[in-house]
């Protein structure tokens, strides 16, 4: 690989950190790149970026590395949370990450890079890309454990041609160690998890800041109203915890779970018990879709799909497609599948692309 000037985006976190200090190793001139995307009430008791920013520096430090700081906050709010709470506002439960991949990891960033002369960008993915003929695939990462190409199926190619994922050949033990026998302060740094512009605050009442909520009614699947809800954009489909209807514990009384939002007249439809029928769909229609090579996959072939992160691959066909949407159909019902959320196509390790389940 010739040596190419390459800029990483670096969380603070041991992933980009392993990532940063593989490129130095590898000869690669490596500007390290902190970006704060998130402004609204960052303290210390929630996500606070003070902290992730000095983990950075200390890494940037040691491996010897240059260090700037970007803030994207006002792309994030236009291009991520706008669309964030438009979805939970019509009922959907929808993944930021996704669009902050896109629009700020391979867009923002990208575009700052470019204009800083630099050849690539790099992240801390799990994830790897593979270059056939003139073309780029997203292949899943190494480590199935941790593979992250499900955040990442709306790139295209010219974003791949621009981008480069360190550790994507790497299982997660592995980072860890190379991290430790760097003498890296963050080595043992616990994973990030959730949005980052929530962190650890009550999600509830993160919400309750940027939207009215409305209580309503919770009704069976057959119409028996049984309790009521607090607004329908804080539940999810499939979610069984704080429903407020567990029922008595102690009899043999299945657990309730969401199945579906009556939008419209305000409700919240439960159904008893994990395997209940309405929890299990044999198809699912997608829009807004994005495919990696710029063209869609054949119709009726055989693939493979996640309609929700560390998902088992589930085997499926594409039975109706067109520029707009797609019918996915599944070999074996799918549970829980949920509006708002996407569902993503893989060829064996090759991720194709996919679309916001509708």
């Known amino acids: 690989m010739r040596k190419q000037r390459i800029i990483i985006g670096m969380s603070g976190g041991v992933d980009s950190s392993v990532a940063a200090l593989l490129l130095k190793k590898q000869g690669h001139e490596v500007i390290g790149l902190f970006m704060k995307n998130w402004e609204d009430d960052d303290t210390d008791n929630y996500c606070s970026s003070r902290q992730d920013f000095i983990d950075a520096a200390s890494v940037a430090d040691i491996i010897g590395i240059p260090l700037d700081v970007i803030n994207f906050s006002a792309e994030y709010k236009e291009r991520v949370f706008d669309n964030f709470l438009s979805e939970y506002k019509a009922g959907r439960t929808p993944n930021p990450d996704v669009l902050c991949n896109t629009e700020i990891k391979?867009?923002?960033?990208?575009?700052?890079?470019?204009?800083?002369?630099?050849?690539?960008?790099?992240?801390?993915?799990?994830?790897?890309?593979?270059?056939?003929?003139?073309?780029?695939?997203?292949?899943?990462?190494?480590?199935?454990?941790?593979?992250?190409?499900?955040?990442?199926?709306?790139?295209?190619?010219?974003?791949?041609?621009?981008?480069?994922?360190?550790?994507g050949h790497l299982y997660k033990r592995e980072v860890r160690q190379i991290a430790s026998d760097s003498k890296l302060p963050n080595f043992a740094k616990k994973d990030s998890t959730g949005i980052c512009f929530i962190g650890e605050r009550p999600f509830r009442e993160f919400l309750n800041r940027y939207l009215p909520h409305e209580p309503g009614e919770i009704e069976t699947i057959d119409g028996q109203v049984i309790g009521q809800h607090i607004?329908?954009?804080?539940?999810?489909?499939?979610?069984?915890?704080?429903?407020?209807?567990?029922?008595?514990?102690?009899?043999?009384?299945?657990?309730?779970?969401?199945c579906s939002k009556d939008i419209d007249s305000n409700k919240l439809i439960v159904v008893q018990g994990h395997d209940h029928p309405a929890l299990l769909?044999?198809?699912?229609?997608?829009?807004?879709?994005?495919?990696?090579?710029?063209?869609?996959?054949?119709?009726?072939?055989?693939?493979?799909?996640?309609?929700?992160?560390?998902?088992?691959?589930?085997?499926?066909?594409?039975?109706?497609i067109d520029s707009q949407a797609c019918q996915i159909d599944f070999a074996q019902p799918q549970w829980a599948v949920t509006p708002g959320q996407s569902v993503v196509l893989y060829e064996s390790k090759v991720c194709l692309g996919g679309g916001i389940i509708d």
Request: aromatic share 12%; hydrophobic share 40%; proline share 3%.
């Open 231 to 258: 607004g329908l954009m804080f539940y999810t489909i499939g979610q069984r915890q704080g429903l407020g209807i567990g029922g008595v514990r102690e009899s043999d009384e299945k657990p309730w779970f969401v």
């Open 281 to 320: 769909h044999d198809s699912l229609q997608a829009t807004h879709l994005s495919w990696i090579s710029g063209t869609a996959p054949h119709s009726n072939w055989v693939y493979a799909a996640k309609t929700r992160y560390r998902q088992i691959d589930a085997p499926c066909a594409i039975s109706r």
């Open 106 to 167: 391979f867009r923002a960033f990208l575009d700052h890079a470019l204009h800083l002369n630099a050849d690539a960008i790099a992240t801390g993915h799990y994830a790897q890309i593979r270059k056939v003929g003139t073309s780029f695939q997203l292949l899943k990462g190494e480590d199935g454990r941790k593979d992250q190409s499900y955040f990442l199926y709306r790139l295209d190619q010219e974003q791949l041609a621009k981008a480069c994922f360190p550790i």
